[in-house]
């Protein structure tokens, strides 16, 4: 960190790298039963359904839309251990809003998706784009190769 901004919000400056180590998120339009998402999380032992990153994406790009989107059925395989550090939760989050925006048939500028992958975490934005590595500043959404 680098300073403290007016709004709160730390400022950062940090090298992500992106390592051989990933979790597996699918999705699938969701039984005609369900009036919503549903999440199951398998491999990893005591990570929350509720409040999930991986729902919260589908949350915020459902408000950005303003539409009815039809529900999704995710199966989220951990791989990445749980509060280890490596950004486990915020892949799984860039996915999501990837995977949720194709299932809907919903477009996503590099802008758009930048600001929704902000808004739910700092280290979100690098891992909704293709980079190895860059050099993340501000709070998280300027990223350099």
């Not at 999930?52 to 995710?74: I, K």
């Not at 951990?78 to 995977?99: C, H, M, N, Q, Y």
């Not at 690098?126 to 050099?135: E, K, N, R, V, Y």
Request: hydrophobic share 45%; proline share 6%; aromatic share 4%.
């Amino acid at each position: 960190m680098t300073g403290r901004r007016p709004d709160g919000y730390h400022e950062l400056a940090s090298v992500f790298l992106r390592v051989g180590l990933s979790d597996r998120l699918s999705v699938r339009h969701a039984a005609p039963s369900f009036d919503h998402d549903r999440l199951t999380v398998e491999g990893s032992h005591g990570v929350p359904v509720e409040g999930n990153l991986v729902l919260r994406a589908l949350e915020s790009l459902r408000a950005e839309c303003g539409l009815l989107l039809p529900p999704l059925e995710l199966t989220l395989e951990k791989r990445i251990p749980v509060a280890a550090g490596l950004a486990g939760g915020s892949t799984d989050a860039a996915a999501a809003l990837s995977l949720a925006a194709a299932m809907w048939g919903v477009g996503l500028s590099p802008r758009r998706g930048g600001a929704l992958a902000l808004a739910l975490g700092a280290d979100v934005p690098f891992f909704t784009g293709d980079h190895a590595a860059a050099l993340v500043t501000g709070v998280g959404e300027q990223l350099e190769s």
